[in-house]
């Protein structure tokens, strides 16, 4: 059996695979790489899972960072997932105001009350929404465990028949209604998003080590069930009719299929063996590089998409020399990280002020005093 700290690294290097192949991603997206290249048709398969990737990650993380402290602490839980939302909602916030020299005011104010994405920074809209969501996942799995996850499962394959056919609704709910699924203008859906989340928390108890067997079993059960999807999409579809409905987003991805979702459990398989793979690499300055990024892939991923923000201002054309944004990526992780070690109180005082308010919002129960006792004889 793994150590923990082999276990660690291991989710360390899943991690950095992730997040680097999503930033590839939306660079390939960005500066249309997929246009500059023969294989571009493959290029777009591989890429088109970096979505579900960061969601399945996300749910992982959730398992590991809240489940042993949810069972302890309920409340406690629940301030530091409202912690990492408002986090969240900050990032998309600066990214949204960095980005004003690219869109204009009304654009902005729309991204920040949450009613028009941020073009590569749509994931921590997601995160933030879905953190708000979590406790409620959180004590469904200390009732039931992880097999408890089938509850919600069920619910979204009832959101879906419900929804998916449905059309947009009218403005000003439209970009509203395509966050929740509705419309088949965007994906994946807010509600959609779920469902990969739980599948990341049944693979986060490989590293939790609770419920280890429950969580693997569902695990395995999601794994086959997606497997079945996918293949019974190309047998119905035919290869090239499935191909085009990945790779093509106003197809399955905007109108949140089943394929898209199942292709993307699927397509996380071989980013969990190159992570293994690569934790057998034994040379230090690697492990020590992985092991600092991996383990702030938050940072990574804005730093990154920053840069290629500014590439795709700067040089829109700069085609597959813009892949620099990933190893600058990493150094200004690196360096960024660095900085936090050399002056602690700057995150300290950022936690406390989020805190503080999230305080507010969570108060704690008031404590109740032993009433003293008449002794009767």
């Known amino acids: 059996m793994a150590t923990e700290t082999q276990r660690i690294y291991v989710l360390d290097c899943l991690r950095f695979i992730g997040v680097t192949f999503a930033l590839f991603s939306h ?8 246009s500059g290249t023969g294989s571009g048709q493959a290029l777009k398969l591989m890429t088109r899972t970096a979505t579900p990737t960061l969601l399945i990650l ?6 590991i960072a809240y489940t042993r402290r949810f069972d302890r602490s309920p409340r406690d839980a629940i301030r530091r997932t409202i912690h990492r939302s408002i ?3 900050l990032a ?5 105001a960095l980005m004003i020299v690219k869109n204009d005011i009304p654009t902005f104010f729309n991204q920040v009350v949450l009613a028009e994405p941020v073009t590569n920074f749509e994931i921590y809209r997601l995160y933030s929404l879905l953190l708000l969501a979590v406790p409620a996942l959180l004590l469904l799995r200390q009732r039931l465990g992880p097999i ?3 509850i919600p499962i069920v619910l979204i394959g009832g959101y879906h028949v419900l929804f998916a056919a449905s059309r947009p609704l009218a403005a000003p709910l439209t970009e509203w209604g395509a966050l929740l699924g509705i419309g088949g203008l965007r994906g994946p859906s807010l509600v959609h998003s779920v469902g990969l989340v739980l599948v990341g928390m049944c693979a986060g108890t490989y590293f939790s080590r609770s419920h280890v067997r429950s969580g693997l079993v569902a695990l395995v059960a999601s794994i086959v069930t997606a497997a079945s999807v996918v293949a019974w999409g190309l047998l119905s579809l035919g290869p090239d009719k499935f191909a085009n409905g990945i790779t093509d ?10 394929y898209y979702f199942a292709y993307g459990i699927v397509s996380m398989l071989p980013l ?12 230090r300055h690697i492990q020590d590089a992985i092991t600092i990024v991996g383990g702030n892939t938050f940072s990574y991923f804005f730093v990154g998409n920053l840069f290629l923000a500014a590439i795709s201002i700067a040089a829109p054309k700069s085609g597959w020399a813009g892949l620099i944004v990933i190893p600058a990526a990493i150094a200004a992780t690196l ?3 660095l900085f936090q070690r050399r002056f602690p109180k700057i995150k300290a005082v950022k936690d406390a002020a989020i805190l503080w308010f999230v305080d507010l919002l969570v108060r704690k129960p008031a404590a109740t005093s032993a009433q003293p006792q008449d002794i009767k004889a």
């Open 148 to 150: 408890g996850y089938a």
């Open 272 to 283: 969990f063996c190159a992570a293994m793979s690569i934790s057998i690499v034994r040379q």
């Open 58 to 63: 996300f749910g992982i993380m959730i398992e």
């Open 87 to 89: 986090e969240c909602y």
């Open 335 to 337: 360096v960024w990280v």
């Open 249 to 258: 987003i106003s197809q399955f991805r905007n109108h949140n299929s089943p």
């Open 92 to 96: 998309l916030t600066l990214a949204a």
């Open 27 to 34: 660079a390939a997206l960005t500066l249309e790489l997929y």
